[in-house]
């Protein structure tokens, strides 16, 4: 069961930093495309205890970043979604097939994925990411070479099938089977890493909407990844960030795929459950 | 540290020579301003600049420039290496003088754009435009 | 010498005779600056798209000249007269001499 002295330490400082509500965005509502509305604002789960409300990363950026996810042709991710479509038919691999030769049509066989992921797939004996399933249907059925976890062709392809499930709440297990790897990346969340000697809790639960040098930080919520930042004009995949925030701290950061990033690609969504999936979000 | 005759002579003209360089941003923009304007004045008015005042990211800035009855529009980022941003030229089917783009910012600038009025006058307009560099934003 | 550079254009599928409407337009680019340094320190020389045209039935709606402070993946917003039914057409010049183009009919109803 759930470690009763990290809730109740996470609950502490809670009540020490003033909880506010999201105040310096500019906006709250998102519907995109004109009539996909979003849920950004949600309480969070009974297991979690260290925020009382989860809010997107879309909250926290300025209206001119915010616009930029209220269209699709505007969203700077659109090239690349346009890739990812290519790709979903696009032969690779000894057995001759694309995504499509088992999966057929996109929208239907995706839709709904994306929110449940990253969840416990019984064959494998663990807990699978979207990226390592994807992975896993390229070697094991299409006879292709994985991709590169955190590179381009991946990205591209959670972000389309991402959409098929965008505007669905996430809705990730962290009971069963999965319960041990989500203990594990609660613990991670916690603990404190790198010569900073900083967790992920201390930024993105006790210092959410207070500013680090410029950045304006959110709660570090992944409803949005794939996320297109402006900074690398890209894609950029959740463990990839993961490794991004590690090696801030000044440490010696774990790599995208590995176990550890997995068990906290688990709990750090269940800290969103509830949220719209938002991918391809835009981000700074 | 003692120098030779030569050496002091050389450090000198070092000196002089990079005190000769011109400024080169500022200069690039009175050229480029100068090109367009073909050394005519410059007034104000009927020039409209959107730009956020805070840009989360220099990488992509939105930006609209707007006069209603113009030929031509220049945009300059004049605190860039490279100050030419764009120049918007309006044919017989544009439905306005009026244009949006995506621009590079490298810092903290002035954005300034200039408009070619039908009748052959200038005007132009600026607005600052704050550059965050993050914190730990990776 | 870029690849992979994609245009992708928005156009209303009708206008009334005479009605101004909205387009916009985005070509994947990566828009090299010509001030970024490679891994080895050298400076990675200038590639970009200089020049945009949208013109309709052989008429000029804008001409853009592009210089590097334009963003990566150029993005334009701008507004065209539809005089009668016809064809748009998108015209990208790059610095390496392609020309990439994409055009989009227009109906009037």
Partial sequence: MIKTSLIKTAGIVALLTCATSAAAQDDNQLVINGDLEMITEVPTQDYIGGIKTAYSGWRYRNSDMQAMQLDDFENPASLAVDEGMASWTNVDGSEGKSCASCHEDLAASMSGVRAVYPKWNEDAGAVMTLASQINNCRTEQMGAEAWKYDGTEMTGMEAVISLQSRGMPVNVAVDGPAHDTWLKGEEMYYTRYGQLELSCANCHEDNADNYIRADHLSQGQINGFPAFRLKTGGLVQVQNRFKGCIRDTRAETFSAGSEEFVALELYVASRGNGLSVEAPSVRP | ?138 | MADNVKPKVRVPKTAAAGEVITLKTLISHPMESGQRKDADGNLIPRSIINRFTCDFNEQNVIDVTMEPAISTNPYFEFQATVPEAGTFTFTWYDDDGSVYTDTQDIAIG
């Fill in chain 2, 1 to 138: 540290m003692k120098f030779s005759r030569r050496e002091t002579m050389l450090m000198a003209l070092g000196a002089s020579a990079v005190a000769m360089l011109p400024m080169p941003a500022m200069a690039d923009v009175d050229e480029l301003i100068a090109a367009f304007t073909g050394g005519a004045e410059v007034g104000e008015g009927g020039l409209t600049l959107t730009a956020p005042e805070i840009a989360e990211n220099g990488n992509t800035v939105p930006v609209e420039v707007s006069a209603p009855g113009a030929v031509s529009i220049m945009l300059l980022a004049t605190g860039n290496p490279t100050p030419g941003a764009a120049t918007f030229n309006f044919g017989p089917l544009a439905g306005s003088q009026s244009a949006s783009t995506r621009i590079r910012l490298a810092k903290t600038q002035n954005v300034m754009a200039v408009a070619k009025m039908a009748d052959g006058s200038f005007v132009q307009v600026t607005q600052e435009v704050k550059v965050t560099i993050g914190g730990c934003g990776g």
